[in-house]
């Protein structure tokens, strides 16, 4: 079974600054996949990045990019440069990715990130 | 392209009545899924269809039921409502596409159920 642990019920940056939302992951599968999402208050989910368990690249989105520390089971996500529209509730996931695996999400109870003046 | 949509945005039922939330989307995607939203646990996997015709259970399908219509649409069935399924609940969709390594899952905008 996939675990997906988000240790930060709720965060506070201050604008333009980096934020590191944490997330680690517990799996017994070789291929998997990382994913963040963004909830804001008005309720959507919003993909912002993934990052594959075989990738040696840490991915990058714009002002987002993913900690990828394999050996360690952890993926956090690092927002550089935050604006108050950042402020929502963060959510990581896990994709397990072995053959038949139905392309299943596994998501974290999530950190609320609240981006201040 | 609407993306994918759900209907209603909001509902109250009594204990005991029985609703289907729709779901569909215009993406031509394969598999659809079902999760509820709770405060402080996430979304959790409720089921899904891997593709039209086949569906499977996920983390938490006691209470209801699933039916994948034809490929657009997958719709979610409560039998008999009770207080415990008082949630947010998200239909999402996703396609396993040549070339592309994310295939994310794309999501609607989400039912407010409140079962009194």
């Known amino acids: 079974a996939q675990k997906i642990t988000q240790t930060q019920p709720g965060m506070f940056v201050q604008e333009k600054e980096a934020v590191t939302l944490d997330c680690t992951y517990d799996?017994?599968?070789?291929?998997?996949?990382l994913f963040w999402y963004k909830q804001p208050s008005s309720g959507e989910m919003i993909f912002l990045i993934y990052?594959?368990?075989?990738?040696?690249q840490n991915a990058t989105e714009g002002r987002y990019s993913l900690n990828f520390q394999k050996a360690r089971k952890s993926a956090n996500l690092v927002i550089s440069a935050s604006q108050l529209g950042d402020s929502a509730m963060y959510f990581c996931?896990?994709?397990?990715?072995?053959?038949?695996?139905?392309?299943?999400?596994?998501f974290g109870t999530g950190t609320q990130l609240k981006v201040e003046l | 392209n609407a993306g994918v949509t759900q209907t209603p945005k909001f509902q109250v039922l009594k204990t005991g009545q029985s609703m289907t939330l729709q779901c569909a989307q215009d993406?031509?995607?394969?598999?659809m899924y079902w999760y509820r939203q709770d405060p402080g646990m996430g979304l959790r996997l409720i089921y899904y269809?891997?593709?039209?015709?086949?569906?499977d259970k996920g983390e938490v399908p006691n209470g209801y039921n699933v039916s994948r219509l034809n490929k657009r649409e997958f719709s979610l069935r409560l039998e008999s409502a009770a207080p415990s399924q008082t949630s947010v609940y998200f239909c999402?969709?996703?396609?396993?596409?040549?070339?592309?390594?994310?295939?994310?899952?794309?999501f609607g905008p989400g039912t407010r159920l409140t079962v009194l």
């Open positions: 999402a969709s996703s396609e396993r596409l040549a070339g592309s390594r994310s295939d994310e899952q794309f």
């Open positions: 799996t017994s599968d070789q291929s998997y996949g």
């Open positions: 990052q594959g368990s075989y990738d040696e």
């Open positions: 996931a896990m994709r397990d990715e072995e053959a038949g695996g139905g392309n299943k999400l596994t």
């Open positions: 993406m031509n995607h394969n598999s």
């Open positions: 269809s891997a593709s039209e015709g086949t569906t």
